[in-house]
C-alpha cells in the first residue's frame, strides 16, 4: 500500500492531467466555435468578439472597444485561465473544493452576490443567475486570501478573476 504522501502526489498528477484535458478539449471545441462567431462577426463588419470582462463601463479615450460582462456573449477558450484554475474547478465541479486543498482557511461555495453586475444577471435560458465564490488557490498559513477567484453560475457558466472582481474571463 502506497504511503500517504504518494496518493496525494498520485492524486495531485491526476488532477493536473485531467485538467489539461479538460483544457484541450474545451479549447478544440471553442475553437472551432469562435472561427465560425469570427466569420459571422467579419460578415457583419464588427471585427471579432473579446472574451475578457472589463470593469470599466466607459472607454479611456483613444483606445479600443471594451467589452462588459452583458455584451459578452462568446465563450473564451479556457486556455486563457492558467492550469491551476482549470484543475480548481475540476475540484469545484467533484464537489471536493475546497476540501482537497487541505489548508485552513481556503474558502468556497459562498453566494456571490455580483452586486456591481459585472457578470450576466440571467441566463440563456432566460433565468436568474445565482453565483458562488471560490478561492482558487490554497490558504497559505500565515498569510490572507490572495486575489484569484473562480465564480460558478447555476447556469452552469464559470468566471476566473485575477484580481478580486475587478475584471473577469470566462472559463465556460
Not at 496518493?7 to 475553437?31: E, N, P, Y
Not at 460582462?69 to 469545484?92: C, F, G, N, W
Not at 464537489?95 to 452576490?113: C, E, H, L, Q
Not at 486575489?147 to 474571463?169: C, K, M, P, Q
Request: proline residues 5%; charged residues 20%; without cysteine.
Amino acid at each position: 500500500m502506497p504511503s500517504a504522501k504518494t496518493l496525494k502526489a498520485i492524486v495531485t498528477v491526476v488532477v493536473a492531467v485531467v485538467a489539461i484535458v479538460l483544457g484541450l478539449v474545451l479549447s478544440s471545441r471553442d475553437s472551432d466555435s469562435s472561427a465560425s462567431s469570427n466569420a459571422t462577426a467579419a460578415s457583419q463588419g464588427t471585427g471579432t468578439s473579446k472574451t475578457a470582462v472589463t470593469s470599466s463601463a466607459k472607454p479611456k479615450p483613444g483606445a479600443g472597444p471594451t467589452t462588459t460582462a452583458k455584451q459578452t456573449t462568446a465563450k473564451a477558450s479556457s486556455s486563457d485561465a492558467p492550469a491551476r484554475v482549470l484543475a480548481t474547478l475540476v475540484e469545484i465541479d467533484a464537489g471536493r473544493w475546497p476540501d482537497s486543498a487541505n489548508s485552513v482557511g481556503t474558502k468556497g461555495g459562498i453566494t456571490f452576490r455580483n452586486s456591481e453586475g459585472r457578470l450576466p444577471a440571467v441566463g440563456a435560458g432566460g433565468g436568474r443567475v445565482v453565483y458562488q465564490e471560490w478561492d482558487v488557490n490554497p490558504k497559505k498559513n500565515g498569510q490572507g486570501r490572495d486575489a484569484e477567484r473562480i465564480v460558478t453560475g447555476n447556469d452552469g457558466s464559470a468566471w476566473y478573476t485575477l484580481d478580486h472582481y475587478d475584471n473577469f474571463t470566462r472559463i465556460r
